[in-house]
């Protein structure tokens, strides 16, 4: 099975900190995404990533960069965080091309609280 | 654009029985994907069942099926002999296959079963 991990359940941070939130799969798939998830708004994509040092922005990247150095790894970076990225965050992962009938993966999510 | 539509916010059902949550969706693109996924209170997103726009039958997977109509743009979850742990927030997506890495979700319907 597809394990993907995120590095934190819960989090609590300051305004204006910059924040990591890390996640790692152990399957070997190209791609890898962040969500953001609010209710009553569903899962909104911050950005994805199909490669190595590839990045592309998804319908909300506004206050959030990422970074793959390694395959298996995607990191969100919050660069000042505002109490308005108070929010679940999601991390995803799957195979490219494989097709349009793979599904993604998920990880158990991250609780992000900005005080 | 692609836009994922679920209009139960929560729904309610008595164990044992079935229910139907909503999906409809919009594309332009002739081959595409739809996927549903489950979120327990817990937070991680469960892959539950896929149905590809080409498909002719309607997929089904235990006790999950789709209701697949195709001119309707519908794609609604059916759940047969609904069980206590079933209560959670399920998630209506769709891939366009032009656009391979771009996962829509709907904004989701959470389901209460009642014993």
């Known amino acids: 099975d597809v394990k993907v991990t995120q590095s934190s359940r819960y989090l609590v941070k300051r305004t204006g900190e910059k924040v990591f939130l890390e996640c790692v799969q152990d399957?070997?798939?190209?791609?890898m995404f962040w969500y953001r998830q609010d209710p009553g708004l569903g899962l909104r994509l911050i950005y994805f990533?199909?490669?190595?040092?590839?990045?592309e922005k998804g319908d909300i990247p506004e206050g959030y960069s990422v970074s793959r150095e390694k395959k298996e790894r995607f990191s969100l970076i919050l660069e000042s965080a505002s109490t308005n990225q108070t929010s679940m965050y999601l991390c995803?992962?799957?195979?490219?091309?494989?097709?349009?009938?793979?599904?993604?993966?998920f990880g158990d999510g991250t609780r992000l609280s900005i005080l | 654009a692609q836009k994922i539509t679920q209009t139960q916010p929560g729904m309610f059902v008595q164990e044992k029985e079935a229910v139907t949550l909503d999906c409809t969706y919009d594309t332009s693109d002739p081959s595409y994907g739809l996927f549903w996924y489950k979120q327990p209170s817990s937070g991680e997103m469960i892959f539950l069942i896929y149905q590809g726009s080409y498909d002719q039958q309607n997929a089904t997977e235990g006790r999950y099926s789709l209701n697949f109509q195709k001119a309707r743009k519908s794609a609604n979850l059916v759940i047969s002999a609904s069980q206590l742990g079933d209560s959670a927030m399920y998630f209506c997506a769709m891939r366009e296959f032009d656009n391979n890495n771009d996962m829509r979700f709907g904004a989701g319907t959470r389901l209460t079963v009642k014993p």
């Open positions: 990533s199909y490669d190595v040092k590839m990045k």
């Open positions: 995803a992962s799957s195979l490219f091309p494989g097709g349009a009938n793979q599904p993604q993966h």
């Open positions: 399957m070997d798939h190209e791609n």
